[in-house]
């Protein structure tokens, strides 16, 4: 939202937004001309607003929804209103259940290697520039397309990049089938000139590549082991493979697309350092799915075989929690030292049956070390006391745990 908040202020419209809090985002949006209102009541929407672009997190009941449909403003979600600009330009999609906002922001920073000036939307904070925007003047337009209720179907993608497709969003879909279905769809408004880049040889992307009209290129056959990443773990090295074979599409050279990817720095909550705590490296990291949470600690092993993992994790969504419970469970087992918190509820569903406490005593069952921590102040309180410069911890989810972080490493 805050990068279509940016990409609307460069075309010199007037925005305003409001959140639950404010926040380092909503701080930089303000001082870049957002006028922010830091609760979410219907006096927000006024009746010379002509547009109102909402989050899916928001429900139909939200305060300032019902406000613009008494004042009959027309309202649009995210992926609509990104659509109306982005499929001006020649799209570049990055869709996939793990790995977008990394294989987006390697994407950016190739173009920009390359003097191919795109514009870019990519969900989370390029570390090189601080933003989640790119004003460009070329025809490029680099976008992360999101799956979550066939959002990205507003998108009319030029190349399609497809990292990976897993059971994900069951409060919205079905099942992995449902899911497939959307993808595939996706890929078939693909043109002709256009592309698919996807892992062809991947048991749950392979279904939805056969038959395509279009071009398909494996991305498997760009991926590089030797290549010196600053980030770890063979997903990395996967996000930097589907990058590559879309900037080679496009007519880019194989050294400019080396040198780019050896020099990304990352973006925000990607297994992002942020300094040390008691002589122990601090990294925080968005991963709230298992398999997200399972590569993270591989990767963070890869970096440090010979300490201590302490994981702090806080479930995000009681449906996800509930839907994916056994494959949480062993994942966070893998760490050292698993902690665990309440559950984030952004889309405000109610519980699913289970808690961040019954999360914890079903980890506890495979790894002894697992506690259950409610309050944020007494994680730090508990890693104060604890951790030491034998250990290295990761604090991962897609909620406010990143608080615990500012708190640790501030």
């Not at 989050?55 to 995210?78: D, G, I, K, Q, W």
Request: proline content about 4%; charged content about 20%; glycine content about 6%.
């Amino acid at each position: 939202m805050s990068g279509l908040a940016r990409l609307f202020l460069h075309d010199g419209k007037t925005i305003s937004g409001s959140d639950r809090s404010a926040s380092a985002i909503t701080e930089a949006l303000e001082k870049e001309g957002v006028n922010f209102y830091p609760a979410q009541v219907p006096d927000n929407i006024t009746n010379d607003i002509d547009m109102v672009v909402y989050t899916e997190a928001m429900t139909a009941e939200h305060p300032e929804m019902v406000a613009a449909r008494a004042l009959n403003v027309p309202m649009v979600n995210y992926f609509e209103a990104l659509g109306l600009v982005a499929n001006q330009y020649y799209v570049i999609a990055v869709a996939g259940t793990h790995g977008k906002t990394t294989t987006t922001a390697m994407l950016i920073d190739i173009f920009e290697a390359a003097g191919l000036d795109p514009t870019a939307i990519v969900g989370s904070l390029r570390a090189k520039t601080k933003s989640n925007y790119r004003a460009g003047k070329s025809k490029y337009f680099i976008v992360e397309a999101c799956e979550y209720r066939r959002d990205f179907m507003y998108l009319e993608p030029d190349v399609l990049v497809i990292t990976n497709i897993e059971a994900e969003h069951l409060d919205y879909y079905k099942d992995l089938a449902d899911v497939q279905s959307a993808f595939r769809e996706l890929a078939e408004k693909v043109p002709e000139s256009g592309v698919v880049i996807a892992e062809t040889t991947n048991p749950t992307v392979a279904p939805i590549l056969q038959g395509l009209q279009n071009k398909v290129i494996d991305y498997r056959e760009a991926l590089d082991l030797d290549l010196s990443l600053k980030a770890p773990g063979l997903h990395n090295r996967l996000n930097a493979a589907a990058a590559a074979a879309a900037a080679a599409f496009v007519g880019i050279e194989a050294d400019v697309i080396k040198a780019a990817l050896q020099d990304f720095a990352g973006t925000w909550r990607r297994f992002e350092y942020k300094g040390e705590f008691n002589g122990a490296p601090v990294y925080d990291d968005y991963a709230h799915h298992p398999t997200e949470i399972k590569a993270t600690i591989a990767g963070t092993r890869e970096l440090y075989p010979n300490k201590n993992l302490i994981v702090v994790f806080q479930p995000h969504l009681y449906s996800r929690t509930a839907e994916l419970f056994d494959n949480f469970v062993a994942a966070l087992a893998a760490a050292d030292r698993p902690v665990i918190t309440h559950v984030y509820d952004a889309r405000n569903t109610g519980k699913a049956g289970v808690t961040g406490e019954t999360l914890t005593e079903a980890v506890r069952e495979k790894n002894h070390e697992a506690v259950y921590i409610e309050s944020f102040k007494d994680i730090v309180s508990m890693l104060t006391e604890t951790v030491t410069n034998k250990d290295v911890v990761l604090i991962l989810g897609a909620g406010d745990i990143t608080n615990v972080t500012t708190n640790l490493t501030r």
